[in-house]
């Protein structure tokens, strides 16, 4: 069997040793195979033996765009760990037999499938558990705050702001709404739509974006939850000048934040200090010191632009992008939607977006 740009699991189903041809498998061991091709044996580059590396402790065995990941009780076998089970599978080499061939009584996928045997696949953006929530309001927070109190109460989710930018003429300098939600949802795609007719051209344009908010501290010497790193100097500091990182400590820093009001800033080269919760939007001080996704600033970032500078010139007045990814909101950030008009008239610009949110009641 061929397995398609999925993943598949060799398993040890017993206590006993499971053979795989001369392939020994050790006990609670399992070998993960990704073949995006149906490649033979004598086809994959097991002369080089240069593509085949110790990465942080993890074993990949390279086919070409694929690799076979090892690991035995839990842990990922290293490179020398791996060896006397690659000297076994050597054998298996020059008989050009079929890595597919190989597995096929030993590998096991819980995919559906088609009658011939084919698996069947649905791409989905975002994992189990998150629902599919279609909304051209933001939340009202106060009326949260209440259902918090009282769950009979209204929920407050998609009943705050619509996202609407008025403008009343022409206008040069950028018209700009906020809105903002209470919990953590990933925004997939949506609709944007303009009016009256008449009243805009390629002139005017709109954009969609995130804006932060500079996150909090405050002084408590010797007792803080972290300590302020200067971005200019790179040394610590005792007093913020509105122009630092905040760095975890352990009960025994010179400040303090408040992390349930703190503002994440996803870190793009994975160097923060803080985790975040993509469910609950919960910071916390990360276990990865310095190997995180998520920073916190004594100062607001620019904003992030999802959309720029799109142009008003399509005649149906409307634009749908369709992308496959989603984009997390957290509830401390304001999605922002900036609309600049040069042309004469009143204006209206509106939507609404697909979004995945874990509540929706």
């Known amino acids: 069997m061929s397995i398609y740009n999925s993943q598949a699991s060799l398993h040890n189903i017993s206590d006993e040793t499971q053979m795989i041809g001369s392939l020994m498998i050790p ?4 070998v993960n195979i990704w073949d995006t091709k149906s490649v033979n044996v004598s086809q994959v580059v097991w002369d080089n033996f240069n593509t085949i590396k110790d990465n942080h ?7 070409r765009d694929g690799y076979i990941q090892m690991m035995h009780d839990g842990l990922y076998l290293t490179f020398k760990q791996s060896l006397s089970v690659l000297n076994d599978m050597y054998s298996q080499i020059e008989k050009n037999v079929e890595v597919t ?8 996928t819980d995919s559906l499938k088609e009658d011939d045997g084919r698996q069947i696949v649905t791409p989905s953006p975002i994992g189990i558990g998150w629902n599919v929530y279609f909304t051209g309001y933001d939340d009202d927070a106060d009326q949260f705050a209440i259902y918090q109190q009282n769950p009979f109460a209204p929920s407050g989710r998609g009943d705050g702001r619509p996202f609407l930018v008025e403008v009343a003429g022409e206008e040069a300098d950028p018209t700009i709404e906020e809105f903002s939600f209470v919990e953590p949802l990933h925004v997939h795609d949506g609709e944007i739509n303009w009016g009256p007719d008449g ?8 954009s969609i974006g995130i804006r932060f908010t500079a996150t909090e501290v405050t002084v408590t010497p010797g007792t803080g939850n972290c300590n302020l790193v200067s971005v200019v100097t790179g040394q610590p500091v005792l007093e913020s000048s509105g122009f630092e990182i905040i760095i975890p400590a352990a009960g025994d820093g010179y400040f303090s934040v408040d992390l349930a009001a703190a503002c994440p800033i996803r870190n793009t080269k994975r160097t923060g200090y803080w985790d975040v919760d993509e469910e ?5 001080a990360s276990t990865n010191m310095g190997g995180a996704m998520f920073d ?22 409307i634009m749908e992008p369709d992308v496959y990814r989603t984009e997390l909101i957290h509830p401390s ?25 874990k509540n929706v009641q």
């Open 27 to 30: 006990d609670s061991s399992f």
């Open 57 to 63: 402790n993890e074993m990949y065995i390279l086919l």
């Open 101 to 108: 061939k190989l597995l096929s009584t030993g590998v096991k």
């Open 199 to 206: 009243y805009w051209d390629y002139k005017d344009r709109f």
């Open 280 to 284: 609950t939007g919960t910071i916390s």
């Open 296 to 317: 916190l600033y004594t100062f607001a970032p620019q904003d992030a632009w999802l959309m720029k500078n799109i142009a008003t010139a399509n005649y149906r007045h």
């Open 333 to 357: 950030w304001k999605v922002i939607m900036s609309v600049t008009k040069l042309t004469p008239g009143v204006g209206w610009l509106t939507g609404w977006f697909t979004c995945f949110r």
